[in-house]
């Protein structure tokens, strides 16, 4: 694997991290809020929308670590 590959890995991994964390606290929110009363479609069309790109984050992480295994074999 290379060092490039290496430090993508990397970057991408925290911000992966990064992203699940504010995608689960907004949905914590969301529901807090729900119970209060507060209409939150708009959140919940906003959250679906961060839960997408974080699905695009894995599927990028997943191709990076399928390319650093098969190209060092």
Known sequence: MTSDCNDELAVISREIAAKQ???ENQAILIEVLER???D???QRRVLARERSA?????ARQFQL???SCT???
């Open 21 to 23: 964390l504010s995608v």
């Open 36 to 38: 209060d009363g507060h």
């Open 65 to 67: 670590l399928e390319k």
């Open 71 to 73: 190209s060092g074999d």
């Open 40 to 42: 939150m479609n708009e």
């Open 54 to 58: 974080l699905a695009t984050q894995f």
